[in-house]
C-alpha cells in the first residue's frame, strides 16, 4: 500500500525484442513475451518463431509483427536485424534444447545480445563453445534460469552471503512435479514429445527440464559451487526414453552436503520446487508455489514469516518487486526480473553508465553451462551406479 | 506445462488507452499500467496523470507518452482525443476517490470507454447520475474491483450458480490490513494522507477503501444483493477523521446471512482478503494472499484443493488464467484480466460481433453504485447505533 | 527432546474421583476420564454414570468400578461417598446441560470438590445461585471451558497481559462446525439429540454448545470482560428447535471491538476455534485444530511462529506441556491440564499449603456464570433485532 | 462430535506394568508412562527406574510405587516378578540403546511379555539374538516405532495396500530436527550425552536414533522392503563423535526407489518427520508434526484432505482414534496405540481368545531388527563411499 510499483516508474527508453521459436503451439515463448512487457522495458518487433516458415508467419501474425520482421530463419533474421536502424537490441532463443545452440551462435557473431532459455545447450562441449563465443564478443548473454527473479530468492542469497545462517551445512532442494506420471508425450502434447525425445531434449529428461532449474537455485542461493554429485536416474514410465525422477547427493565446495530429488511422476506435485539451507546459525525455507514468503528461523529463536515486500524484506527484494506485500506477485513477476534487469545492462551501455548492479544478479551464460555440466554429471554418475563423479 | 498461455495468442488488434490520474507518487496508476500491457491488449498512448500541470508533465514524459498526448487537464484530453483519428478506445481513472465523477463525465460526453477505480465516488447521488449516464451514452463503463478477475474467484461464483454448495446459509468475509495502525497519514505517505482525508477519500476510511472489495467479492461469489446491514464503524487511532475498522452483519435476499470486517489496523495482516461461504451442500473457502488455491468442502466428503488451472479447475477459471497449474499467478494477473475482459468486449464493437461471454463477467458500474450504496448503508448504520438499514 | 515430560514428575498423591453421567453412549465423559488418568493425579473410584439405574451399573462395569461404588443416583453417591473414609475427592459433573445445577448442588452441599461441564446451567438464575452457594460452601469449583487448559493459549494471555500487543483494539473470535448441517438429531445421535433440544440443552444451541467456549477464550486470553453485545441468532435446518449459527459483535469493557461467529452448519469445518487479537503493538493469531502454533507479529516486524514447548514457549506454556515441541500435543492434553490445575489446588488444601499459582488459571464457576450470561445476552439481543444488550 | 470415545470403552481388565529405565532427568520412560494409562489398559505398579539404586528407590517413590515393588536392578525384578501372583504382565524397556537387549533377555527368559524402545540393540548380532530368543519364548515383543501407532499413518498403509496409488514409484522420507545444531552433549543435557556416546547409542548418532523411526515408516506405509541403499553420515558439529546428518538413496524389493534424510542440525525443525509416497494412480503426504491431516492426491484429481477420524478417514484409522474429528491427537495418543494394541494381544492370550486382528498393527521384534539392520547397512555404505549395501 505504502510502495509505488517500483518498475513501472521512469523509463529511459524500451528496447526492441526479437525472439527464436515459440510460436503456435508452444508454451514457454508466450511466458518470455509476457515477462518481456510487464516492466514495460521491452517491446517485440521481430521473430522466426517456429522453424516452419507457414508457421512462422502466421505465428507472427498473432501477434501482430511487421510482415518485413517476421523471418522464417533465425539466420536470415540475425542478419538482417543485425544492419536494420532500428534493429532488435537482443534475442530470446524459445526453441527446444537442441535448437539453442546454432540460434545463439548466430546472434552472438552478429553483435546482437541474446535471452535464451535453459538448458543452455544438450551437450558439456557445446556449451563450453557458446560461452567462449560469448566472452570473446562482449555481447550481454542471459540464460533465462527464471527463479532466481523472485525477490525472495535474491533476499535468500543475501542473507547466506550476509552471514545470516553462518556456515552452510545441509541443503535439501527439490523439483516435483506430475505431468508425465503417464504417457503424456502420447497424447499429441508437444511439451510432452520434444522433452521425452532424446533428440531434441538431449541426454535427460527430468534433471534436464527441472533438475537443473533446483541445481541452480541451490548454488543461487547457497553462492557456492557444487564440487561432486552422486545421481541415480530413473524412468517409471513404460516406453518412455529419458528419466522422468532422480535422486543426487551433493557435495558443495565448502564442506556443505546436500541432497536433490526431480521429478515429473510425482502425483499430486504440480511445480513443487522447494529449498531448504541449513547453517550453523540459522534455516531458510522457500518454496516456488507460495513464492511470496520466506520462512527464516535462526537457531533458538522463533521462525520469523518474510513476505516479500513486508516487514523484514531487505532492498534486494524490494528492488525485484512491483506491488506491496500482501498483493502477491507470481511467476510472471518473476521471469519479468530477467528481463528487466538484461534491458537494465542494455541501457547501461547504450548510455554509457555502469548498470544497477542489483541488474547483474540475472543469470548468464556462465550459470547456463553449470546447468549442463550439472547434466553430464548426473548422467555419468548413474551410468554408474551413483558413484561421485565431479561437475 | 501442458497449457499454453492463453492470453497471449492471436491478438486482433491492440487498443489505445488513455490515463486519468496515477503520476509521480500514485500507487494505483502503475498497477494499472502493468495490468493493461500484460495481455497485450493495449497501449498507453495518452495521459492527464496530474491536476498538476508540470507533475502531468514529468509523468508523461517519465511513460515515454509522445509530448502531444500529456494533458494538463482531463476535459482537454477528453475534448481533444474524441477527435484524434488515433484517439484513444478507452480511458483510465485512477484519481483520488473525490475526482472519479468529473472526470468520467467528461469521458462519457466525448462517447470515450471508461476504466474507474473504486469506489465510483464519494456520494450515492453522484454514483446514480454516473450511473444514469452510462446507460444513456452506451459507452462501456467498468469499475475495478479487480479480485473478480482472480480465476478461482470466478470458479467460487460459478460453483455456487450451478448448485454444487446448495442454498447458500452464511458467508464470511473479511478485509483486513495493517498498514494504518499507526498515524501514517502524518509520516508523508501520500496514500494514507489521501485515504484517511473526508475531502478526498469520501465519507468512510477502511470501509470505503477495502471493505467495498469485501462487500463486492461476497456479492459476486454468492450472486446474490445485500438486502440490509448492520454496522459499527470504528477509529482507533486517534486523531484519525474516518473509520479505520468496521463490523458488519448482513442479510441477502435470498435468506442467508454474514458477517463482514474490514480492518486497517489488524497487526500482522497485509492484505487478507478472505473469504468463506457455507452452503446447504457445501462449503467454498479462498483468501487473496494465496489466490491460487480454492478449497471446496462437499458435505460429508474431505476437502478438496481446487488449484487454478489444475486438476478440478473449471474452464470458467481456465480462461483467466496464462500460465500452468503450480506456476503462481498474482494481484497483477487478477487485475489484467479486467483490462483483457473490457479489450474484449471493446474489440467486439469495433468488429461487429459478440463479445466472449465471459468477458462480461467484468465489473460495471452498476457494481460501482452498489459499492457507494454499501459505504452509505454502513456509515448511516453505525450513526445509529448499528440499526439494521437497507442498502 | 531436551525437556521431560514435566506432568508426570513426583506425585504427591492421587486423587479420587467420581462421576456424574458419562455412561454408555455419551461423548464428553469418557473425554473427561482419559483428561483424568493423563497426568496421573487422578483415579476414578466411583460413578452415577447415568440417571438409568441399569444403565448406570453396566456403564460402572465397563469401567471396573466396585460395585460398591456404582451408584443409579447422584444424590445417594453425594451423599454416601461424603461419610466413606476413602471418599471421592471430587465429582465430575457431565450429564446433559440441564442436569448440572442440580447434581453440583448436592456435591456442594456434601462439602465436595466440584469440576462440571459447560454450560454451566441452562439459566441464569440458577447459575447465579450455584456460584453464591459454591462461594458459601468454600469448595473448589472448576468449570471445563477446557480450551484454556491448552499451552499457547495460557501463553497468549500473558503475553497480552504483559503488554507485549500494546491497548487491545480488535478480536475475531469464531467457532466453526458442520456436525448439524443436516437433521442429525433425526438420525438416533444422541449427542445431537440433547443438544438440539431446548429442554435438555437450554435456550441456545450452538451459542450455549460452541459459542460459550468462543466467548471464554476471548475473555481469557484479553484479559477483559465484554459489556455488551449485539447479536442475530439463526436457525438454517428445517425444523431445529434451537440456533444453528449466530453473528455477534462485541464491546469489551477497556474500548476494544469484537466480532464473534458460532456454527454448527459451516460445510467442511470439524472444530475450527480460532481467534485472533490486535492490538497496537503487534497481533496474536492461534487455531484450535492446529495448536501446537501460536503466530506473534509485533507492529512492522515479520510475524513469529511460536511453538509449543519450543524457541519464543513462556515458561508459562511450558508448565502446561508435557513433551517437546515438534511432538504434537492436542486436545486431550489440553483437557487434562484442567484436571492437573485442579489437583494441584486440592492437593494443596490437604497439605497445608499455596497451590502453585499457574493451576490456579482453571475456570472456575465464575466463568461458568460468564458463560451463561453470554447465553442469556445473546438470546436477548436477538429477540431485539440484534439490539446492544448488557452482558 | 458424533463419536465416542472408542478407546475408553469396556474394559476386561487392567494390565500390570512393569518399567526398566525412565527414571528421574529421562525424557522417554515419562512418554512410555503417559502412553501406558492413556487409553486405561494399563497400571504401572513395577519399576528397576535406573542403574543408579538409590536414584531407582527415589524415582520409584515419586511415581508412589509399592516400596517392595521397586528393583535396584532388573534381573532381580524379572525373577521376583516372575514369582509374583499379581506380578508384572509386560515390561517396558527404557534405557540407553547399549542396555535393551541384557534388559530384554532377562524378562524373555521369566517368560514376561516385552515392551522395548527402539533401536532394539546397539549391533545386529544382538537384535537378531534377541529376535531368536523371542520367537523361541513364544511371548509377545513389541518395539516402540510408536509413529505406526498413528491413526492416519494407518490408513495410508492400509491405502497402499489397497492399492488406492497404484504400483509405488518414489518414496521421500525425511526426520529433521535442530536441538544437536551446536554441542549441546557438553550442556550437562542428559538426553544428549548419552545420545552422542558410541558407547551407550551404538555406531550411529542421528541414523539411529531418527533416521531409523524414518525407515520404519517407509516399510510400514510402503508395506515393503529396504532391499539396498547407499548412504552419507555426516558429523557438522564439531568434536562430536557421531553423525548428526545422513542422506540416503533407498531401493525397495518392488522396485520402488527412495530417498531418506535425517538430521538433528536442520536448525529450525523441531521434530520434522515426513513422507511422501508416489504410486502410478495417487500420491500422499504426512507429516508427524501436523499429524490429523493426510493428503491424498488421485492422479488428475484435487489433492483431499483426509482428517483424522473426520470425512474420509477410514475405518482401520478410526479405530486408532479416541475423540473427532477436529479434536486434534498428537503424539502421546499415537504412542499410547502401541500400548493399547499390546494389552489387546496380551488380554486375549489371558481370555483365550484372539486378539483383534488390528492391534497386530504394533511393531514387533522384527521390525526391531529392521530398524538395527538399517543402522548397520548405512554405516557400513558411508565407510565405503556411499556404496549401494545390502540391508
Redesign the interface.
Known amino acids: 500500500?505504502?510502495?509505488?510499483?517500483s518498475q513501472?516508474?521512469?523509463?529511459s527508453?524500451?528496447l526492441r525484442l526479437g525472439m527464436v521459436g515459440g510460436g503456435?503451439?508452444?508454451?514457454i515463448g508466450?511466458?518470455h513475451?509476457?515477462a518481456a512487457?510487464?516492466?514495460?522495458r521491452w517491446e517485440l518487433v521481430a521473430g522466426a518463431l517456429s522453424s516452419d516458415p507457414e508457421r512462422a508467419r502466421l505465428s507472427g501474425e498473432?501477434?501482430?509483427l511487421k510482415p518485413d520482421r517476421i523471418y522464417g530463419d533465425f539466420n536470415e533474421m540475425a542478419r538482417r536485424e543485425k544492419r536494420l536502424k532500428d534493429g532488435i537490441d537482443a534475442v530470446s532463443i524459445v526453441t527446444p534444447n537442441h535448437a539453442h545452440a546454432a540460434a545463439a551462435r548466430a546472434f552472438l557473431k552478429a553483435g546482437i545480445h541474446v535471452i535464451c532459455d535453459k538448458p543452455l545447450t544438450t551437450t558439456r562441449r557445446e556449451a563450453d563453445q557458446l560461452a567462449k563465443l560469448a566472452r570473446e564478443s562482449g555481447v550481454i548473454f542471459a540464460v533465462t534460469h527464471n527463479y532466481t527473479g523472485y525477490p525472495l530468492v535474491r533476499q535468500a542469497r543475501a542473507m547466506v552471503q550476509n552471514g545470516d545462517?553462518g556456515a552452510i551445512?545441509?541443503v535439501?532442494v527439490?523439483y516435483a512435479?506430475?505431468?508425465l506420471?503417464?504417457r503424456?508425450e502420447e497424447t499429441g502434447?508437444k511439451?510432452?514429445e520434444w522433452r521425452t525425445d532424446p533428440a531434441r531434449s538431449g541426454p535427460a529428461g527430468s534433471v534436464g527440464d527441472i533438475g537443473t532449474h533446483a541445481f541452480n537455485l541451490a548454488e543461487f542461493i547457497v553462492g557456492d559451487e557444487v564440487t561432486t554429485l552422486?545421481a541415480?536416474l530413473?524412468t517409471?514410465v513404460e516406453g518412455r526414453r529419458l528419466d522422468d525422477?532422480a535422486?543426487m547427493?551433493l557435495r558443495f565446495a565448502s564442506g556443505a552436503?546436500?541432497?536433490l530429488?526431480c521429478?515429473q511422476?510425482?502425483?499430486?506435485?504440480?511445480?513443487?520446487l522447494r529449498i531448504?539451507v541449513?547453517?550453523?546459525?540459522?534455516?531458510l525455507?522457500w518454496n516456488?508455489?507460495?513464492?511470496?514468503l520466506l520462512?527464516?528461523?535462526?537457531?533458538?529463536?522463533?521462525?520469523?514469516?518474510?513476505?516479500r515486500n513486508?516487514?523484514?524484506a531487505s532492498d534486494i527484494s524490494r528492488a525485484a518487486s512491483?506491488?506491496?506485500?500482501?498483493?502477491?506477485?507470481?511467476?510472471?513477476?518473476g521471469f519479468a526480473q530477467i528481463y528487466t534487469d538484461v534491458a537494465e545492462q542494455i541501457a547501461a551501455r547504450l548510455e554509457g553508465r555502469d548498470p544497477d548492479p542489483l541488474s547483474l544478479q540475472a543469470p548468464t551464460v556462465d550459470h547456463g553451462v553449470r546447468g549442463v555440466r550439472f547434466i553430464d554429471a548426473a548422467v555419468r554418475s548413474s551410468a554408474r551406479?551413483?558413484a561421485?563423479v565431479d561437475v
Open positions: 500500500m505504502t510502495i509505488t510499483a513501472d516508474q521512469k523509463l527508453r524500451r503456435r503451439g508452444a508454451f508466450a511466458v513475451r509476457i512487457r510487464l516492466d514495460d498473432d501477434l501482430l545462517l551445512r545441509v535439501q527439490e512435479q506430475d505431468w506420471a503417464t503424456t502434447n511439451q510432452a552422486a541415480e530413473h517409471f525422477n535422486h547427493m552436503r546436500g541432497q530429488w521429478s511422476v510425482a502425483t499430486g506435485q504440480e511445480n513443487g531448504r541449513y547453517g550453523e546459525k540459522g534455516g525455507e516456488q508455489e507460495n513464492p511470496n520462512v527464516f528461523s535462526p537457531l533458538g529463536e522463533p521462525p520469523r514469516l518474510i513476505r513486508g516487514a523484514g512491483r506491488i506491496p506485500g500482501g498483493h502477491p506477485e507470481g511467476y510472471l513477476e551406479k551413483a561421485w
